[in-house]
């Protein structure tokens, strides 16, 4: 590098001035290689120069002089908002009104052919040799991917601090919940620490597909996974392939983990002998479709309904608006129903912002109950 420096300083400046009249044989040439519009008015708003990439932005070479090209070369202005810019309202034009220099201007552009783009550009007074205002020069780019990208930005920011609002309020319901039931202050703590798994586990697989929903069968898979480690011999699923929603994945996964969890504690999973049998199909609905879920118990001890309402009615009315469960405490174990009213999507990205999910639990000491 220091060799470069010491061979830079021993070139002549003649030699250095014959290699930019070379490559730039005008001022034309060299403002053409710009990688930025650049356009001149003179002092009463005629276009008197511009460069290539300024054309380009534009969309069109328009003709030097012409009174429909004062101020700007662009067919039309808008501000941000939306809202016209008259050429005499235009930064060049305010900058020859006043001499003073207009910077950072985000404008939007209409070009020949009807598209827009966003541009920011910078103007500068151009003066004579006395100090007097002749004219204006104009240095603008386009910035059109960087505002959508803010765009998009915000727009994000926004869902994130929704959800995280929404997964404090979840947090506090479980809190609560989990400490009108608990019957000991390990017992609350076995229950919140669950809860709170299980909405981890539902968010998990949420990221893993950039927030664009998870198939039914992996989020029973998961959410079930925990109460049953032998879960390949004695739960079994099957169904077709359904992708649901985020708020379905939240509110199904608490829904599917207080399942998993009773039947563990009470039901077919804490007999060494019992199994559950988890199955789903898909029944049309004009544009959607129901999912019908059953859910199985069997081999495990005699389960009664509860005393109080409790898991069900108030998980579906808050958390699974769309739908329906029906209990039945058989000799054999529990059965439970589950009719969701689905409307049909693929595995992309939804926008599920608004979804408010509530969890509640089963009532301390017995199966759920309805």
């Not at 699974?320 to 209990?327: E, G, I, M, Q, S």
């Not at 039945?328 to 992309?348: S, Y």
Request: hydrophobic share 40%.
């Amino acid at each position: 590098m220091a060799s470069l420096h010491a061979r830079a300083r021993s070139v002549p400046v003649s030699v250095i001035s014959r290699a930019v009249e070379k490559n730039f044989s005008s001022a034309d040439g060299l403002l053409d290689r710009l990688p930025v519009g650049l356009s001149i008015c003179n002092i009463d708003g005629t276009l008197v120069q511009y460069n290539q990439r300024a054309a380009a932005l534009w969309g069109h070479a328009p003709s030097l002089g012409a009174a429909e090209n004062r101020f700007c070369g662009a067919q039309k202005a808008y501000r941000l908002d939306g809202t016209p810019v008259e050429h005499d309202e235009s930064p060049m034009a305010l900058l020859l009104q006043t001499g003073v220099p207009q910077h950072d201007r985000e404008l939007v552009i209409e070009r020949a052919d009807g598209t827009r783009i966003t541009i920011l550009a910078n103007l500068d007074p151009l003066l004579d040799d006395d100090g007097n205002l002749v004219g204006g020069v104009s240095c603008f780019q386009d910035i059109t991917e960087r505002k959508r990208a803010e765009a998009e930005k915000t727009v994000l920011l926004r869902e994130l601090a929704h959800r995280v609002n929404n997964t404090f309020a979840v947090i506090f319901a479980i809190t609560q919940q989990s400490l009108r039931t608990a019957a000991s202050p390990q017992a609350f703590a076995e229950s919140f620490t669950g809860r709170l798994q299980a909405l981890a586990r539902a968010h998990n697989l949420l990221l893993a597909r950039d927030w664009g929903g998870a198939s039914l069968s992996e989020l029973a898979s998961t959410q079930l996974a925990v109460s049953c480690p032998e879960m390949n011999e004695r739960v079994k699923l099957e169904g077709p392939l359904v992708m649901l929603s985020p708020a379905e994945v939240v509110g199904l996964g608490a829904l599917l983990h207080e399942l998993g969890a009773n039947a563990r504690k009470y039901g077919a999973l804490s007999a060494d002998t019992g199994k559950v049998d988890v199955t789903w199909k898909i029944r049309p609905n004009g544009s959607g479709e129901f999912i019908d879920i059953n859910w199985v118990e069997s081999g495990g001890p005699p389960v009664s309904p509860p005393s109080q309402r409790g898991l069900g009615s108030r998980l579906i009315e808050r958390g699974l608006a769309n739908a329906k469960v029906d209990w039945c405490f058989e000799t054999d174990g529990l059965l439970c129903t589950i009719e969701l009213k689905h409307e049909r999507r693929n595995a992309g990205r939804e926008d599920d912002s608004d979804a408010e999910v509530y969890v509640e639990p089963a009532s301390s000491g017995t199966h759920p109950g309805h």
